[in-house]
């Protein structure tokens, strides 16, 4: 786990190590173990390191290896690079390191970009050919780990985040309209390539871009498992489909045990945490550090599930640790929460990870944490009512959407309204593609290859990484996750959501956590906002920066203003925040010129 970056020209002309310098200096808190930067000429690559696998120098970054005339960046972790390293080795590769880096070196060098295939793992890495003056950038298939680009004529640039390509200077951050509507309707997820700036893109997730000497580009997207009955598995019955879940996620949980430190797990006391609790227990480690964070309630709402959490560590006895954040402390690290967004995120679970985090990284660099599994299993609530739909885009849209195109209209100045509904468009492209059998495993696979990578793994890769730690997430397992397409979706809905997983989860934890009402990362306090957290946003909104900008109407606004708790959105996000945010985070950065 580390941060990347990176320049390759293709005019001739030497990259700038000075701009990749500064671009590996603004990512310290992701590599808080050392850094490196090395130049070839027209390629220069940079990397701060965090400490995970191989704690010696001798895998250090950017690793070149001069006898294969190849140099890597790489961020993140291949779980499986001991049986691959034994594999190379038999081929008659060497190796100078013990850890997972040079495996993908060598890796490419003997299967060529097809090695990804063989990767279990989280991964952004960009692997530059010496000879050839190629370069070769991927990013896993779910994109846990980010990858951002600028290209401006015969120059490409590269970063694990995008205020590092901000500090290398350059970049047109004027806003992207397309993705402005994306954000003010698709929930704030902002698809690739596109992000809120024109200047910057990101790599699109299980996506392999060559990139040859004269800067041609070529992608080949290497995984998309279809959401199909298969005719083999007609005769598996609910506790066939139970066992093989439990099955593929016990060896998900194992793997994500690779490294040399010591692992823990974030828990929310959900079922999709609490079973990775119960599934290392099952395994034998013992005192597993586990975490909690609460807030304050706010308008009645509870603030923190505390009840559960500490029950599933009572349970199996773990080392647990409930943090408990008053309002006070919560509005006072807001600023460095949207700051630490590599792109403006609306969801409240953004200040709960930073916080989390932050304690977390005082104890320890390396947890697994239960995101992906409601998009994976069937877990939110607009999945039942997409059962029996005959028009998926329609009913998809009315449940997810926060505003529709005329609603917008009304929303947002007539200069920064996209030319079409640019967000239904998108939607409806990956909804009605081929490979998926009903509405529910349209939706599924557009939640779990579009919304997942660009809402929670985002957020929780941008809000560890923040403090150096390390998010292991096994719901990802692409494994587990082609199976769990596979499944009829009946089995997924049944018991509220959720049903296979729930039932395997019973075999291993407390009925207790599973029975519960579904909860959410609660933080009530920005979803009612008032009292200091209304005098914030409308300073922001209101400041001679927003008004320039102009992105908002004056009387939408004053709406907000006037009763912010009725503008509530479908999936029960607060408007006022959703466009608060992104003034506060377009000036933190100091971007979004028109």
């Given at each position: 786990?580390c941060?990347?970056?990176?320049?390759?020209?293709f005019?001739g002309e030497?990259?700038d190590?000075?701009?990749?310098?500064?671009?590996?200096s603004?990512?310290?808190?992701?590599g808080p173990?050392g850094?490196?930067?090395?130049?070839?000429?027209?390629a220069?690559?940079?990397?701060r390191?965090?400490?995970?696998?191989d704690?010696s120098e001798?895998?250090?970054?950017?690793?070149?290896?001069?006898?294969?005339g190849l140099t890597i960046?790489?961020?993140?972790?291949i779980?499986?690079?001991?049986?691959?390293?034994?594999?190379?080795?038999?081929l008659?590769?060497?190796?100078?390191?013990?850890?997972?880096?040079?495996?993908?070196?060598?890796?490419?060098?003997?299967w060529?970009e097809?090695?990804?295939?063989r990767f279990?793992?989280?991964?952004?890495?960009?692997?530059?050919n010496?000879?050839?003056?190629e370069?070769?950038m991927?990013?896993?298939r779910f994109?846990?780990?980010?990858?951002?680009f600028?290209?401006q004529?015969?120059?490409?640039?590269?970063?694990?985040?995008?205020?590092?390509?901000?500090?290398?200077?350059?970049?047109?951050?004027s806003?992207?309209r397309d993705?402005?509507?994306?954000?003010m309707?698709?929930?704030?997820?902002?698809?690739p390539?596109?992000t809120?700036?024109?200047?910057v893109?990101?790599l699109?997730?299980?996506?392999?871009?060559?990139?040859?000497?004269?800067g041609?580009?070529?992608?080949r997207t290497y995984?998309?498992?279809?959401?199909?009955r298969r005719?083999e598995?007609s005769?598996l019955?609910f506790?066939?489909w139970?066992?093989?879940?439990?099955?593929a996620?016990?060896?998900?949980?194992?793997?994500?045990?690779?490294?040399d430190?010591?692992?823990g797990?974030l828990?929310?006391g959900g079922?999709?945490s609490?079973?990775?609790?119960?599934?290392?227990?099952?395994?034998?480690q013992?005192d597993?550090?586990?975490f909690?964070?609460g807030?304050?309630?706010?308008?009645?709402?509870?603030?923190?599930?505390f009840?559960?959490?500490?029950?599933?560590a009572?349970h199996?006895?773990?080392?647990?640790?409930?943090?408990?954040?008053?309002?006070?402390?919560l509005?006072?690290?807001?600023?460095?929460?949207i700051h630490?967004?590599?792109?403006?995120?609306?969801?409240?679970?953004?200040?709960?990870?930073?916080?989390?985090?932050?304690?977390?990284?005082k104890?320890?660099r390396?947890?697994q944490s239960?995101?992906?599994?409601d998009?994976?299993?069937?877990?939110?609530?607009?999945?039942?009512?997409?059962?029996?739909?005959?028009?998926?885009v329609?009913d998809?849209?009315?449940?997810?959407?926060d505003?529709?195109?005329?609603?917008?209209?009304?929303?947002?100045?007539?200069?920064?309204?996209?030319?079409?509904?640019?967000?239904?468009e998108?939607?409806?492209a990956?909804l009605?593609?081929?490979?998926?059998?009903?509405?529910?495993?349209?939706?599924l696979?557009?939640?779990?290859?579009v919304?997942?990578?660009?809402d929670p793994?985002k957020?929780?890769?941008n809000?560890?990484?923040a403090?150096g730690?390390e998010?292991?997430v096994p719901?990802?397992?692409?494994e587990?996750?082609?199976l769990?397409?596979?499944?009829?979706?009946?089995y997924?809905?049944?018991?509220?959501?959720k049903g296979?997983?729930?039932?395997?989860?019973?075999?291993?934890?407390p009925?207790?956590?599973?029975?519960r009402?579904k909860?959410y990362?609660?933080v009530?306090?920005?979803k009612?906002?008032?009292?200091p957290?209304l005098?914030?946003?409308?300073?922001?909104?209101?400041?001679?920066?927003?008004?320039?900008?102009?992105?908002f109407r004056?009387?939408?606004?004053?709406?907000?203003f006037?009763?912010?708790?009725?503008?509530?959105?479908?999936?029960?996000?607060?408007?006022l925040?959703?466009?608060?945010l992104l003034?506060?985070?377009?000036?933190?950065h100091?971007?979004?010129s028109?």
């Amino acid at each position: 786990m580390c941060g990347i970056a990176g320049e390759i020209r293709f005019d001739g002309e030497w990259a700038d190590t000075a701009a990749v310098s500064r671009m590996v200096s603004s990512m310290q808190s992701r590599g808080p173990n050392g850094s490196g930067l090395v130049g070839h000429g027209r390629a220069a690559f940079g990397h701060r390191r965090l400490k995970i696998i191989d704690l010696s120098e001798k895998a250090q970054q950017p690793m070149v290896d001069p006898a294969l005339g190849l140099t890597i960046v790489f961020n993140g972790c291949i779980y499986n690079y001991p049986e691959l390293r034994g594999e190379l080795e038999g081929l008659g590769y060497s190796f100078f390191s013990t850890g997972d880096t040079e495996v993908i070196l060598k890796a490419f060098h003997a299967w060529g970009e097809d090695c990804v295939s063989r990767f279990h793992g989280m991964f952004a890495f960009c692997i530059y050919n010496r000879d050839t003056g190629e370069a070769v950038m991927a990013r896993d298939r779910f994109g846990i780990k980010p990858l951002y680009f600028s290209r401006q004529g015969k120059q490409l640039r590269f970063a694990s985040t995008l205020p590092a390509l901000l500090a290398a200077g350059d970049i047109d951050t004027s806003i992207d309209r397309d993705a402005l509507h994306n954000y003010m309707s698709f929930h704030a997820v902002v698809p690739p390539p596109r992000t809120i700036l024109n200047g910057v893109r990101k790599l699109p997730p299980a996506t392999i871009r060559r990139i040859d000497a004269d800067g041609n580009e070529t992608d080949r997207t290497y995984w998309q498992p279809p959401y199909t009955r298969r005719a083999e598995d007609s005769g598996l019955t609910f506790d066939d489909w139970r066992d093989r879940v439990l099955e593929a996620l016990r060896l998900a949980v194992q793997r994500r045990m690779v490294a040399d430190v010591p692992v823990g797990v974030l828990l929310s006391g959900g079922v999709d945490s609490s079973v990775i609790v119960g599934l290392l227990a099952e395994q034998g480690q013992h005192d597993l550090k586990t975490f909690s964070i609460g807030f304050e309630e706010a308008h009645g709402e509870k603030g923190d599930e505390f009840q559960y959490s500490d029950l599933i560590a009572d349970h199996f006895g773990t080392d647990h640790n409930q943090i408990f954040v008053p309002s006070a402390d919560l509005i006072n690290e807001l600023p460095d929460t949207i700051h630490a967004m590599s792109e403006p995120m609306v969801s409240y679970d953004n200040v709960g990870f930073f916080l989390l985090s932050r304690e977390v990284s005082k104890q320890i660099r390396v947890v697994q944490s239960g995101q992906g599994a409601d998009e994976v299993f069937a877990g939110y609530h607009w999945y039942p009512p997409l059962m029996n739909s005959n028009d998926v885009v329609s009913d998809y849209a009315k449940v997810f959407f926060d505003r529709d195109h005329a609603k917008m209209a009304t929303h947002l100045s007539d200069e920064w309204l996209a030319a079409s509904d640019a967000s239904r468009e998108l939607v409806s492209a990956h909804l009605m593609a081929g490979k998926a059998d009903t509405p529910v495993d349209r939706a599924l696979r557009l939640d779990s290859q579009v919304m997942l990578v660009d809402d929670p793994v985002k957020r929780v890769d941008n809000m560890t990484m923040a403090w150096g730690l390390e998010a292991r997430v096994p719901f990802l397992d692409h494994e587990l996750v082609e199976l769990a397409a596979t499944i009829p979706p009946e089995y997924k809905l049944a018991h509220g959501g959720k049903g296979v997983l729930k039932e395997a989860a019973r075999l291993v934890i407390p009925s207790e956590v599973i029975d519960r009402k579904k909860g959410y990362f609660p933080v009530p306090a920005l979803k009612y906002i008032s009292g200091p957290y209304l005098e914030m946003v409308r300073d922001a909104l209101s400041s001679q920066a927003a008004r320039d900008r102009g992105l908002f109407r004056q009387s939408y606004l004053d709406d907000l203003f006037a009763k912010p708790t009725d503008h509530i959105t479908p999936l029960r996000g607060s408007e006022l925040w959703q466009v608060a945010l992104l003034e506060m985070w377009l000036q933190s950065h100091g971007a979004g010129s028109a």
